[in-house]
């Protein structure tokens, strides 16, 4: 049965299978649906975590709380931080 809250639920089924969480993945499908908002010319601003130093990766990895940070490289750091 189709979710009336969502705009665009062929794109919200297609984030939810990339693994996006679901309130994320309906922001990302309403906002694409509104044509007053332009998600695709917001953020992007920050550099890669590639270019990120490995103690900026483990900072932000505290800040928002992923456990084993201290023993993880910085491919891990990257990693654990994309699939959080």
Do not use: C, F, V
Not at 18 to 23: F, L, N, P, T
Not at 31 to 39: C, G, I, Y
């Amino acid at each position: 049965m189709p979710d009336p809250s969502l705009k665009n639920e062929k794109l919200y089924e297609d984030l939810r299978d990339k693994g996006m969480s679901k309130e994320k993945a309906a922001r990302i499908a309403n906002a694409q649906a509104n044509d007053e908002m332009h998600p695709s010319e917001k953020g992007g601003k920050a550099p890669p975590y590639e270019d990120w130093t490995k103690d900026d990766l483990y900072e932000r990895a505290q800040e928002i709380g992923i456990d084993g940070r201290s023993d993880m490289t910085k491919d891990e750091l990257i990693e654990a931080l994309r699939n959080r």
